[in-house]
């Protein structure tokens, strides 16, 4: 019999906009690697180890 593990996780998705084009964009607050802007290509998000540097605006946490 399989054991199954449930809990809440520490980590989210989030909705950010872009300071410099206005572009809404949803980003990982974990993130392993730097996350730049699909438009203008502005630094979204810096990873820092563990929780990322969110360099943007945040607009909405998504579950």
Avoid: W, Y
């Avoid at 989210?12 to 730097?34: G, M, P, R, S, Y």
């Avoid at 438009?39 to 579950?63: F, H, N």
């Amino acid at each position: 019999m399989a054991m199954r593990i449930e809990g809440k996780t520490q980590s989210k998705f989030l909705k950010v906009k872009c300071t410099d084009c206005e572009n809404e964009q949803v980003v990982f607050d974990h993130a392993a690697t730097t996350v730049q802007c699909n438009v203008c290509g502005r630094t979204l998000v810096e990873p820092r180890g563990g929780k990322s540097e969110i360099k943007s605006k945040v607009i909405e946490v998504l579950d």
